[in-house]
C-alpha cells in the first residue's frame, strides 16, 4: 500500500507524528451535562494536567472505558489519535492500516483506523468518531507519564480554545459570541495542510533576525524552537564559532531526529520576545524536520510563558505573557538523557550521554538504569521531576546507577552546557 506523504509533523516530543496521517472527518459532537459549562458564557472548562514543560495532558473516556490520558496537540492534524496498546485492550477493530511517514527521522510506522466510537471529554462527547490509530509508546517513554492518544485539530477549529498555564484550565468558547477585550499580543495565525502557522522572527549571535512561518505545537514538548534543515542550511545556522552540541535524545514515530542545541540572542512573536532562548537546529535529511514547506515549529517551552487563546474563526493567535514569561531558558546540566520504563514508567534507563558533561565524566553509560538519588529511591520520582532536578547548575547529586547485575554509586556536579 502507497505511504501515507507527508506535509508537516505534529509534534509530541519533537516531531512525534507523521502528518495528515488519515485527515479523518470530524463526526457528531455533543454537551455532555457538566457543572463546568456555563450557558450565560457559553463557555466549557476542561481540567488539565499541564506540566511543568508545558505538556497538556486531558481524561478522556472510549466507549464508557476508565478514564485514560490525552495529550492536547494542535500540531496533530486528525481529531483523535488512539495509542495501538490501548486500541486492543478496548477490543477496537482496526482496519486500513497504512505506512506512515514524516515524522522525526525518515523511517515508517504502521497506522490504522478505528470507527463507530464515542469519546469524552469533560463535558464534551464525540459520537459516531474515527481515529487514527498508532503506536505511542516510545513517545510514552519520553514524556515518562501515560499517553493512551491525542485531542488534534478538530477541537481548535470548533472552538476559541483559551490555554491557561499557570492554573492548568482549557476553556472553549463559541467562536460566534467569543470576545476579547485583554491586553495580549494578536498574531494573524493561519491554517495550511493541517497545521496553524504564525510568522516568528529569531535573531543569532552576530547575525540580523530571521523571519520565518512557524507551526504553533501544543504537542512539542520538551523543546523551545525548531528550525528545519532547509532554514538552517540557507541561512548557515549555527554559525562555525558558535557553541553548539548534539542531541539525538529525542525521537518520533519516524524514528531519531538529529538536533544541534544552540542559544539564540532572542526568539520574538510580534513585540514579544524571549532572550537567549535554547533553540534546536535540525540535522535531519528525512521527515518533517527536513521540509521546505516551514522554517521551523514553536514548542511548549514557548507557549508556556503565555496564556493562549487559539481563535481560529477570527485568524488570530493571541498571547498575554505570564509569570514564567522572564524565566530563563535552560537546558539539561546533567549529559543525562533518561526514558522512563515499567507499568507506572518509574524505571529510568539512559538514553544518551552527551560527550563532555557530568555523566560522561562520572562514567555513565547508555543502558544504565537509575535505581537511587541522593539515597532516595528514583521509583519515588516520576520522570518530569528528575528531568528538572538536572537543569539546575551547581547541584551536586548522588546517583546509584545499576549496570548488569553490578550496582555503583557516582557523584556528578550539573553545570551549564550550552
Known amino acids: 500500500m502507497k505511504p501515507v506523504r507527508p506535509v508537516l509533523a505534529s509534534v509530541l516530543v519533537v516531531l512525534a507524528l507523521g502528518p495528515g496521517v488519515f485527515k479523518l472527518p470530524p463526526q457528531g459532537l455533543s454537551f455532555t451535562k457538566s457543572p463546568a459549562q456555563s450557558p450565560s458564557t ?32 494542535s500540531g496533530a492534524s486528525s481529531p483523535f489519535f488512539i495509542d495501538t496498546r490501548r486500541a486492543r485492550v478496548l477490543g477496537l477493530k482496526l482496519q486500513g492500516r497504512v505506512a506512515g511517514e ?24 464525540y459520537t459516531g468518531q474515527s481515529a487514527a490509530v498508532i503506536a505511542l ?6 514524556v515518562g507519564r501515560p499517553l493512551d492518544g491525542l485531542v488534534g485539530l478538530d477541537l481548535f477549529k470548533r472552538y476559541v480554545v483559551e490555554i491557561d498555564y499557570l492554573d492548568s484550565k482549557i476553556r472553549l468558547c463559541d467562536p460566534q459570541t467569543y470576545t476579547y477585550a ?21 535573531e543569532m549571535p552576530g547575525r540580523p533576525p530571521l523571519e520565518g512561518q512557524f507551526v504553533v505545537d501544543t504537542g512539542g514538548v520538551l523543546v523551545t524552537a525548531v528550525l528545519t ?15 553548539r552540541i548534539l542531541d539525538k535524545s529525542l525521537s518520533g514515530l519516524g524514528g531519531e531526529t538529529r ?33 521546505s514547506d516551514y522554517e ?30 522572564a524565566e530563563p531558558v535552560e537546558y539539561d546540566m546533567s549529559g543525562i538523557s533518561l526514558r522512563a520504563y515499567g507499568h507506572d514508567l518509574r524505571t529510568f534507563r539512559v538514553y544518551q550521554v552527551l560527550a563532555n558533561s557530568p555523566a560522561a565524566e562520572a562514567g555513565l553509560r547508555v543502558g544504565d538504569v537509575l535505581t537511587h538519588i541522593d539515597g532516595m529511591p528514583a521509583s519515588g520520582f516520576n520522570l518530569e521531576e528528575v528531568c528538572q532536578m538536572m537543569k539546575r547548575p551547581g547541584r551536586e547529586h548522588k546517583l546509584s546507577i545499576k549496570r548488569s547485575d553490578r550496582t555503583s554509586l557516582v557523584k556528578i556536579k550539573t553545570r551549564r552546557l550550552i
Open 102 to 125: 514524516g515524522g522525526a527521522g525518515p523511517s515508517r510506522y504502521d497506522v490504522a483506523e478505528t470507527s463507530g466510537l464515542t469519546i469524552s471529554i469533560a463535558g464534551l462527547e
Open 229 to 243: 534543515t532547509p532554514f538552517s542550511q540557507s541561512n548557515n545556522l549555527p554559525a562555525s564559532n558558535q557553541k
Open 137 to 142: 509508546d516510545s513517545i510514552e517513554a519520553q
Open 259 to 291: 538536533l544541534l542545541v544552540c542559544r539564540a540572542t532572542s526568539f520574538t512573536l510580534g513585540h514579544l520576545s524571549i532572550r537567549a532562548p535554547v533553540v534546536y537546529v535540525s540535522q535531519d535529511t528525512g521527515g518533517a524536520l527536513a521540509s
Open 296 to 325: 521551523g515549529l514553536i514548542g511548549s517551552e514557548i507557549l508556556r510563558r503565555f496564556r493562549v487563546i487559539f481563535d481560529y474563526a477570527h485568524g488570530r493567535l493571541i498571547l498575554e505573557p505570564n509569570a514564567h514569561y
Open 182 to 202: 485583554g491586553a495580549g499580543e494578536s498574531l494573524p495565525l493561519t491554517l495550511r495542510d493541517g497545521h496553524f502557522f504564525v510568522t516568528a522572527r529569531i
Open 42 to 73: 457559553n463557555l466549557l472548562a476542561l481540567p488539565a494536567d499541564i506540566t511543568s514543560y508545558g505538556g497538556i495532558f486531558l481524561q478522556a473516556r472510549i466507549n464508557n472505558s476508565q478514564p485514560l490520558w490525552f495529550a492536547l496537540d
